[in-house]
């Protein structure tokens, strides 16, 4: 179907603002695709890019594609017709050069700037392979690889030295290779990456970079001595989550410590051996009972009563978790 909309120069201006500049020539739909042929005015200057001369000496003209923000779902491909033209400033390097229109061509581009900016601004909220199903439904035609380019070309978010930094180690390859990223802890926007996790990396960043007030890490001994040397002035703590951590795994210690004396909640038997130590019993409490009783503990018992029972009939440690959905070092525990 052929949609002409040759007097429409309002809904035009309203719907391409990017198009006033240039004669429209032609609107169709062809294959589900709104191709717009327009080409450049005669007797308009442009800037040489090399020295910003202007020129409107037409040496000849070119066709280019361009892909341009969709309309109604609708891909639209506008077909531009533009200008090489002269550069006749002596002293310039260049005899001729391609014209741009400002907002709708740039070097080498094959999509408007109004259509770059929609496909990083999806690109930056939900990755490439979304971008492109997404794009199927708006009219927007694009491969994954090119929302990775239009990613990777966006330039970097400014940000300025913040007060709380918060630093932490980030795996490449787990196990393997490790980096450190720097978060500004006020609002929550990461900062930088820095390829290791070195002390004199992160003090040389901090050196570049003076005004961290305190300093929000984890308690590995580089970090702690990169803060240290590259912000003297700054105050340490440790965030939310490394107080937790640390905490869950300070009493995972202490219960592994003292499980021996968890063998007699099934089997009353002798007191516990002394290596386990004193254990904390709440005021009020039988002597013959030194645990207090609880959800956890009462979990516990009922566990280790089922693993028991499922052993003393022979069957397999690897069979016994699988029964009871629990792991196999929990079970040989
Ligand atoms: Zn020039």
């Not at 491909?77 to 400033?89: A, G």
């Not at 070097?107 to 990755?127: E, S």
């Not at 003076?210 to 970090?223: S, Y």
């Amino acid at each position: 179907m052929d949609v002409i909309l040759r007097s429409c120069e309002t809904l035009l201006e309203l719907v391409f603002p990017h198009l006033v500049t240039v004669l429209v020539e032609r609107v169709v739909v062809e294959s589900g695709v709104l191709r717009i042929a327009a080409s450049t005015k005669d007797g308009t200057a442009a800037a040489c890019p090399g020295c910003g001369a202007s020129s409107m000496r037409v040496h000849s003209r070119y066709g280019r594609k361009v892909a341009d923000a969709p309309v109604g779902t609708q891909p639209v491909l506008i077909e531009l017709s533009v200008r090489r033209l002269f550069c006749d400033n002596s002293g310039c390097a260049r005899v001729t050069f391609a014209e741009q229109v400002e907002g709708l061509t740039r070097r080498y581009g094959r999509r408007t700037p109004v259509l770059q900016r929609i496909i990083g601004a999806l690109g930056v909220d939900l990755a490439a392979r979304a971008v492109v199903r997404l794009g199927l439904v708006l009219g927007i035609v694009v491969s994954r690889m090119t929302v990775l380019r239009v990613l990777m070309a966006l330039p970097e978010p400014a940000w300025a030295v913040p007060r709380v930094l918060g630093v932490d180690e980030f795996a490449t390859r787990k196990g393997r290779r490790y980096g450190t990223i720097l978060i500004d802890c006020e609002t929550h926007q990461p900062l930088d990456l820095l390829p290791d996790r070195e002390a004199e990396t992160l003090a040389a960043w901090l050196r570049e970079r003076p005004g961290v007030e305190i300093v929000c890490r984890d308690r590995a001994a580089f970090f702690a001595e990169g803060a240290r040397t590259g912000a003297p002035q700054a105050q340490h703590c440790a965030d939310k989550w490394h107080v937790w951590h640390n905490l869950g795994e300070a009493v995972e210690r202490l219960v592994s410590h003292h499980r021996l004396l968890l063998r007699d909640l099934v089997e009353p038997g002798p007191s516990p051996e002394p290596e386990a130590g004193p254990v904390p019993t709440s005021a009020g409490q039988e002597p013959s009972e030194p645990y207090p009783a609880g959800k956890f503990l009462d979990r516990l018992r009922d566990t280790h009563a089922a693993v028991r029972a499922q052993v003393e009939q022979g069957l397999s440690l690897r069979e016994v978790a699988r029964r009871l959905g629990l792991g196999r070092n929990t079970v040989r525990k």
